[in-house]
């Protein structure tokens, strides 16, 4: 739990870092900043999703977990945490709205930021071998390799996307605490080609993002959480079904 806990406290330092650097950004600069930001999302996220093999499995994985995300809501159960989070803890600004979920991209927002900053941190490779590492040999090298890239990362997002970004913290430390709690137990049922495939569908979350960020087109990115759960049921099938 030491990395998980170093991971968190470098994207908050990040975060206020960032927003530092914000307040002195005039209008042109902060598109400036939005603009870069979903370019790097597209970088980052192109180059995990390329690494995948099993192309059948993502799109299945996409499409399947996209029909159950939307289904449950996923989106607007997060944005309304993130607004929640708001409330007790930031002050509400004039770009901070409510209806994000229903609008899709809420520009500035507190929960907009928490979403895609949440996304982003969460779904890579190093998030998962870092933390079976972590927990299975005590080895945290990975996890805090990972802490001082999403601190840099996290500077660059809340300058475009403000304070929501540090909340992610929270999600850091409950996805990866809860990885290196269980380690032990789930390494077994655990692959390097599981954990290359997940990357690769979490590189495509990254990729929405990207493309959201950048105006191009709305997409309820959180909605399609489900296809990491997805993936993992695929990945279990191929050596039973090759074709996938």
């Not at 996220?45 to 390329?50: H, I, T």
Request: charged share 10%.
């Amino acid at each position: 739990m030491i990395a998980t806990i170093v991971n968190a406290v470098a994207i908050i330092i990040g975060t206020f870092v960032g927003l530092l650097f914000r307040k002195g950004f005039s209008d042109r600069a902060k598109e400036s900043v939005y603009n870069a930001t979903g370019v790097i999302s597209l970088v980052i996220g192109f180059s995990m999703a390329l690494s995948g093999t099993h192309i059948l499995a993502m799109a299945l994985s996409i499409i399947i977990g996209g029909l159950i995300g939307t289904a449950l809501d996923v989106e607007g159960a997060i944005y309304r945490l993130g607004e929640f989070l708001r409330s007790r803890f930031a002050k509400s600004t004039p770009t901070e709205s409510a209806k994000g979920a229903e609008a899709g991209v809420a520009t500035g927002g507190f929960a907009y930021g928490f979403l895609n900053a949440s996304v982003l941190f969460c779904v890579g490779a190093m998030a998962l071998v870092g933390s079976f590492r972590a927990g299975t040999e005590g080895d945290y090298s990975l996890l805090l390799t990972k802490s001082v890239m999403d601190g840099f990362i996290a500077i660059i997002f809340a300058g475009a996307m403000g304070v929501g970004v540090g909340f992610s913290a929270l999600s850091v430390l409950v996805y990866q605490g809860a990885l290196t709690l269980l380690s032990v137990w789930v390494r077994p049922y655990v692959s390097q080609e599981m954990i290359t495939e997940l990357s690769a569908v979490g590189g495509a979350l990254v990729v929405m993002i990207g493309i959201n960020l950048l105006g191009l087109k709305k997409i309820r990115t959180g909605d399609f959480l489900p296809a990491l759960l997805v993936m993992v049921v695929l990945a279990l099938l191929f050596k039973y079904i090759p074709i996938l």
